[in-house]
């Protein structure tokens, strides 16, 4: 390296050597990243975490899902989480704990910001309608999705598809929610658990939704404080706010206390028993992590109770609210009906999408043009298609 490219890299040098310096030994390391699918020279001033995390902020999957359905649809309030906003709460949540527990903090908000890029409009309720329109055609998964989102679908650069991201950050994608012995896993260590900062972004993602659709659900009137009083953790949380704050506060402040008071009890366990978790099992090292039969980043067995007692309830009491299934299954009703319609006649797609149909076959292409959309988008695309005199939104850029 001569002077002048030595002094250009010295930005992206400290960095690396400043995390050594102040991380964990099982940390990932920048400088220890396995790299990308396709060659580039390193960035003069960011390490390899940090710019794909710039790479998946600009992208185009990345800002959909400000119009992407979380619980609540987006044109029912201004003030519900959307995917987008889920996402940003995953990502300071899961960047809180990686500090307190010396993990590298830039890898866990990139995984965490790229985690839901392959979700398809409205929510669980469309990937359910595509896994199963898509069931004999090689299937649909959100996670499998964003891995084709990053490698393929995005269009930023023009020396390789996608978005060209690392490794450790692809591994992060297909390895959610711990499964790791799939056969789409060949090409990432299938069978081994993924860094520590992945499954610290998996366990976010979950404290996340549980959390802020608590405080959804609350401020819609959905759910009710009397029966979450019911609730162990959110009971404990009443108790916290009550004591600190007596019985004059507004009902507005104390749903976002109490459920400041739900985040803060699931993060202050998931740290104290992960780090006693990497104790006991002298986890020095990456490769140690990776030799763990199963994930060393957890809650104690019991706030994994309370949790699943909260998740219950959600599930019962908001996610099954006769409301809300009912935009859930008009938004599945949408997906089949361009499904069908687009596979049926495909010369009505957008021709980059239409080009890929011969590559691809007819519902694979369809697919990937649906699961990008965002929920407007595809409710227009349905009213152009099917609605006497609609007018034509325009193609989704």
Known sequence: MNEESAARASGRIRSEELEKSLLAPYAMFSSDSRGRQHPEEADEYRTIYQHDRDRVVHCTAFRRLEYKTQVFANHQGDHYRTRLTHTLEVAQVSRAVARRLGLNEDLVETIALVHDVGHPPFGHAGERELALLMSNHGGFNHNRHALRVVDLLESRYPAFPGLNLSWEVRESI??????????????????????????????????????????????????????????????????????????????????????????????????????????????????????????????????????????????????????????????????????????????????????????????????????????????KEYERLFLPNSSDPGRMS
Do not use: W
Not at 232 to 245: K, P, S, T
């Open 174 to 379: 297909v390895k959610h929610y711990g499964r790791f012995d799939e056969p789409e896993l060949d090409q990432f260590l299938p069978g081994e658990p993924p860094t520590l900062e992945a499954q610290l972004a998996d366990i976010g993602d979950s404290l996340a939704y549980d959390s802020h659709d608590l405080d959804d659900g609350l401020r819609s009137g959905v759910l009710d404080l009397r029966e979450l009083s019911e609730i162990d953790l959110f009971r404990r949380a009443m108790e916290r706010v009550n004591e600190a704050y007596g019985a004059g506060i507004s009902s507005r402040a104390l749903i976002a206390r109490c459920v400041s008071a739900v985040i803060s009890q699931q993060v202050n366990d998931l740290v104290q028993t992960s780090r006693a978790r990497l104790q006991q099992h002298a986890v020095g090292n990456v490769e140690a992590v990776r030799k763990h039969d199963g994930n060393l980043i957890g809650f104690s067995p019991a706030m994994a109770a309370d949790k699943a007692q909260l998740q219950g309830f959600l599930q019962e009491k908001l996610y099954r609210d006769p409301f809300c299934v009912r935009m859930s299954q008009k938004g599945r009703r949408m997906v089949a009906a361009l499904f069908e319609e687009f596979v049926r006649e495909p010369a009505q797609l957008p021709p980059e999408h239409l080009a890929r149909c011969a590559e691809l076959g007819r519902e694979r292409a369809v697919c990937d043009y649906i699961a990008g959309m965002t929920d407007r988008y595809c409710a």
